[in-house]
């Protein structure tokens, strides 16, 4: 090693007193099976957690879970200036919302799990610096007391001469200053970054094999890029590279805005003589806007945030679902093959994830969840809106706790056909107004001055139908019986008592059965489409049937 640079890192790093090795024994390597893979989450708490970050966290937990790995939380709160006041929290919480689990890292503000923390990078300065030092004692970085004026100066000149613009090769002016020369520019204390010295050269290209790209060429890195700021926390390349290093990730799994980094991070991982880790570039989340298609923007689209989701009331595992079937193609496949499984199950393969932007689409994310809220009981759909309620929608929460026996029946209906489950939640903010009229607090009757009858049919034929509707009504039918009793009457009254009959000799009846029946619907509910007719008369019960069907006639 040469003594000047030692003495320069020293000068450079004096509070710095443990050897790397230090650092390399106490975070073992962890001893894992060809399977086993250990993936991190990693993001940044500078406000609210993107859909975007939730997808590379599904992933990335994915891929460590269904190889019995290890997927950790790891929290890079570098940038100081973009960190939000419960940042950290909020990352927390949207994991633990979405049911996302983490074997290591932050459990909390204060509190970490795990062997190889700290987990927020904030904490980790001294592992950073000191293995700057190291690159410094051995030639392969430098401080660089650049202002950003200078910088400028750089660069523009490039521009004029029409050349690759950067700090590079003879450009990068502190690369070989002599150690007398840095020792007076630290002496006046101006402030200084560490540079990684990069060897790489512009004209050569490195290639890799993405996880998810496949085979990839890229130009070599040759720009003396800064590894320390001048506040001494560590850029985003070489906190990645000492972390993920010492934290044995095997795979990084991360957007892929990082892509055109990756010749950095390898160069800085053989100059630090590490195996880089496989990487994994997972596509933006992209959003049709007319023609053309752009990112999910924190401004215009408030469903970029996770919190979105929470507040509209999708099941957690409805969001998890869409994101799987964006990641996997073949996930709906699999739910329609497996619709009692849970999602964590499905055989996820990161391999199957698209190149190219992962288009969101709310109306599918909509199905997905009418289709996961469809396989839930009435008990588990009362506890999801009594929980979203309590928080979202405090008079909602009210009406339905008052008589929770009758709620329950409520989200009962349509349930016993497990071919045809009702499809008519997509979420729990939705279910106020698709339950509205089951509610006498929400379905104010005086109200209710016109209904929504079907404009072909006259007044007096629809009074007619209301008052003999009433006279045969017996809560204690059964639906067979009932639905006799309403062919019955629709016959009497001059309506084919089925379609087939009705088509067969359409001119011999004023309608058919499905006239007669909607008319009833509208009187109970002043709507045109209600879930099945028998089984809401039924949850209705006798005097509420009565009272709303006498209360439609006294406006005709
Ligand atoms: N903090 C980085 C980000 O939020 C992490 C990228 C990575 O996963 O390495 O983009």
Redesign the pocket.
């Known amino acids: 090693m040469n003594e000047e640079n030692k003495e320069l890192a020293n000068l450079l790093f004096p509070h710095i007193n443990k050897e790397v090795d230090y650092y390399l024994n106490l975070y073992k390597r962890r001893e894992l099976s060809q399977e086993q893979k250990i993936t991190?989450?990693?993001?940044?708490p500078?406000g609210f957690v993107h859909i975007g970050?939730l997808f590379?966290a599904l992933i990335s937990e994915r891929v460590a879970h269904l190889s019995n790995g290890i997927f950790y939380l790891r929290i890079?709160d570098t940038d100081k200036k973009r960190e939000i006041e419960g940042g950290v929290l909020e990352i927390i919480n949207a994991l633990k919302n979405f049911d996302i689990n983490y074997d290591e890292g932050c459990i909390s503000d204060l509190e970490q799990k795990g062997n190889y923390g700290p987990y927020k990078q904030s904490e980790r300065i001294e592992i950073y610096q000191t293995f700057a030092k190291k690159l410094v004692e051995e030639g392969k970085a430098y401080p660089c007391f650049c202002s950003n004026e200078e910088l400028e100066e750089i660069r523009k000149k490039q521009e004029s001469m029409n050349i690759l613009t950067g700090y590079y090769g003879e450009w990068a002016i502190y690369r070989n200053k002599t150690l007398d020369e840095i020792k007076s520019m630290l002496e006046k204390n101006i402030p200084f970054v560490i540079r990684f010295k990069s060897n790489g050269d512009f004209n050569k290209k490195i290639s890799y094999k993405d996880v998810i790209k496949g085979l990839i060429e890229l130009q070599e890195n040759n720009q003396d890029i800064v590894i320390c700021k001048s506040d001494g926390l560590p850029t985003?390349h070489f906190a990645?590279v000492i972390d993920?290093y010492l934290m044995g990730t095997t795979h990084?799994?991360?957007?892929e805005?990082?892509l055109a980094s990756v010749p950095i991070h390898i160069q800085l991982f053989r100059a630090l003589g590490w195996k880089p880790p496989r990487y994994a570039h997972i596509p933006t989340i992209l959003k049709q806007d007319g023609e053309s298609k752009r990112k999910l923007s924190k401004r215009k689209d408030p469903e970029a945030a996770v919190s979105y989701y929470h507040k509209e009331g999708y099941p957690s595992n409805s969001v998890i679902e869409y994101l799987l079937n964006l990641a996997n193609s073949n996930f709906e496949e699999w739910r329609k093959n497996n619709p009692e499984k849970n999602w964590r199950e499905f055989p996820f393969k990161i391999e199957k994830i698209g190149t190219s932007g992962a288009l969101f689409d709310l109306d599918k994310l909509n199905n997905i969840s009418k289709n996961y809220i469809s396989r839930l009981n009435a008990q588990e759909i009362f506890d999801y809106i009594y929980n979203w309620s309590k928080q979202y929608d405090m008079t909602f929460f009210e009406i339905i706790n008052k008589d929770k026996e009758y709620s329950l029946k409520v989200f009962n209906i349509e349930k016993d056909n497990i071919n045809k489950p009702r499809k008519d939640i997509a979420k729990w903010s939705d279910v106020r107004n698709v339950v509205e009229y089951m509610f006498d607090d929400l379905y104010n009757l005086e109200n209710i001055k016109q209904y929504n009858f079907s404009k072909n049919m006259s007044k007096d034929d629809i009074k007619e139908i209301l008052l003999r509707y009433k006279n045969i009504y017996s809560y204690n039918d059964d639906k067979e019986t009932w639905f006799s009793k309403l062919q019955n009457l629709s016959e009497n009254l001059g309506y084919a008592k089925d379609t087939k009959t009705f088509k067969a000799n359409s001119s011999l009846y004023k309608g058919y059965i499905a006239d007669t029946s909607n008319v009833i619907r509208v009187a109970i509910s002043n709507r045109t489409q209600t879930t099945d007719l028998y089984q809401t008369l039924q949850v209705l019960g006798y005097d509420r049937v009565i009272k709303r069907i006498e209360h439609a006639i006294s406006t005709l």
């Not at 991190?40 to 940044?44: E, G, H, K």
């Open positions: 991190r989450f990693a993001p940044s500078t970050g590379s890079e985003y990645h993920d990084v799994i991360r957007g805005e990082w």
